[in-house]
């Protein structure tokens, strides 16, 4: 079903359509904007608040800028959807992040609109300045640059390391603050606070106001008039906020706050910033959800990516199960957690502003001293947690795997090298779905099987998750448990728990002529394949290995004495994961045997349903049962 964009809309394929229609139309050009996002992701799904909070934002950066010659960057790019309908993706906007279909996210390949790809936060400011300075590098001194950063994502710390470069670059760009005091869940720490008491303040937005009459006035009169300008504009600001302004301390001019909202004036600050030379910084206020009263009005966290949705009613469609369900694995480890806090008072939770995609949340509620959202800073997480650790606290620091990619150095530096009890567990691992290669958590077999002191375990299902959860808590030094996006396989997970001998694996199934070894959960899909095979002859063996480091050595020894074709499987990259470490034990201990391994191969995997994935990449059930059919089938040569 393709939906139909409204009157003004229809009549809009670039930013240069827009250009066409006059200051009075914004409006209804942003009225029929967000209805068209809201038609959209009520039937096919996405992020949805953040991009219906930035609608009057994206329609007046588009009117004003000349993109894609000046230069436009989304900070994570989940608000990007105004944007996109707006450069020449109207017309696919059904098939956002559908497998094959358009990106969630900007992309460079995508469209020349795209500047940067994005998808994990913090990034815009460091991009749009690189691309700055190379402008001045290539003397385009009029071009204009402009990274659109949330509140949220301005609590990570690369945001700050680019500020404080911006700030003494001299190059023309603009950094757009929408602040509309939200991550995903509602934001936390004192710059949150600052940003408060700046939007709150009446005595420094009054005289904000006429500062930015007399700026408005002279911009236009030349640098000299401007420099007077910015040195009588800032006296009156630090005179006026108790402390001086943050952004202003960092050399950057301090524009707003304005709101967000009010399309007119946002063209016309716009305007005016384009004009002004040098690094600056506009302060949003937005709402998140903003135009949809659901959202608007509802729980934020909630409408951040709601699922699908009857647009009229705003109820948000659940599936009604006819049996019992498994839970997610986010969930198992939410509530194991709280469990074992409750047995252990040394037991802490972290998490990088993903309380509710974590489920760590649930022990925030429980133990508010005991659980933090540190906000969107994963070095400072990992970091943290190892202060604790070294206080003999254990920390269980909760970090998406592709977003762990950022604390690689403090994983090793911070807590390897120092043998610290960290539990990491990385939720999301394997392949995310429909956020696309960004979010893929491909990699962290390979970058933390090769770190020394560290164990990389994987569970099946919900009770290895807390059987491993529990284990850790008796290992003195850092462990890993890695687990996917979605749901377990055990309707009755509440297990008791046990401690797993550390690197012990387990036998699944016995078998002849091939065996299977698996890791985590994708272990369930060489169930189904092994049955599948049974049906037509074939008796594969099984081994789920729960560890890939240290590797169960017995196990292999009777795994390689006993069968000369092996196949692994792992939701993680080929190169140097779990079947690169079996292969490597196999070659050290003088085995010889035809291995397959199945996983993610060398190349970018685009977005689409896991399931779509695995089968993409030979490694849903089919894919498994071929594999072990072509192998039994073949001699070694
Ligand atoms: C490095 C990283 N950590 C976590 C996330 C998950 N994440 C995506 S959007 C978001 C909240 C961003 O808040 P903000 O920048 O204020 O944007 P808003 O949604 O409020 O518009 C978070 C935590 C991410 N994309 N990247
Ligand atoms: C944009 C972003 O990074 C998050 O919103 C992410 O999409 C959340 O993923 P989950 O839905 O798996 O929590
Ligand atoms: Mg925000």
Known sequence: MIIQPGKLLAQINTPDDL??????????ICDELRQFIVDNVSVYGGHFGASLGVVELTVA???VLNTPDDQLVWDVGHQAYGHKILT???????TNRIYGGMSGFPKRKESEYDTFGVGHSSTSISAALGMAVASKYKGLSRKQHV????????????AFEAMNHAGVSDTNMIIILNDNCMSIDPNVGALKDYLTDITTSHT???????VWNILGKFSKFGSSAQEIISKVEGAIKSAVLKQSNLFESLNLRYFGPVDGHDVHHLVEVLSDLRDIPGPKILHCVTVKGKGYAPAENGNKTTWHAPGLFDKVTGEIYKKTPTKPQAPKYQDVFGHTLVELAKENDKIMGITPAMPSGSSLNIMMKEMPDRAFDVGIAEQHAVTFSAGLATQGLIPFCNIYSSFMQRAYDQVVHDVALQNLQVVFCLDRAGFAGADGPTHHGAYDIAYFRCIPNMVVTAPMDEEELRNLMFTATKFEGPFSIRYPRGQGVMPEWRTPMREIPIGQGRIIKEGEDVAILTIGHIGN?????????VKEGLNPAHYDMRFVKPLDESLLHEVFGKFKKVITVEDGCLMGGFGSAVVEWMMDNGYQAQVKRLGIPDRIVEHGEQIELHRECGFDPEGIAEAVRELAVVTIR
Not at 19 to 28: M, T
């Open 147 to 158: 990274a659109v950063i949330g509140d949220g994502s301005m609590t990570g710390g690369m």
């Open 88 to 94: 020449g993706r109207k017309e696919k906007f059904h």
């Open 204 to 210: 420094y937005n009054k005289v904000k106001d006429e």
């Open 19 to 28: 250009k066409n229609f006059s200051k009075d139309q914004l409006v209804q």
């Open 525 to 533: 899909y060489a169930v189904e394949a092994t049955e599948m095979l």
């Open 61 to 63: 950066l588009h009117y």
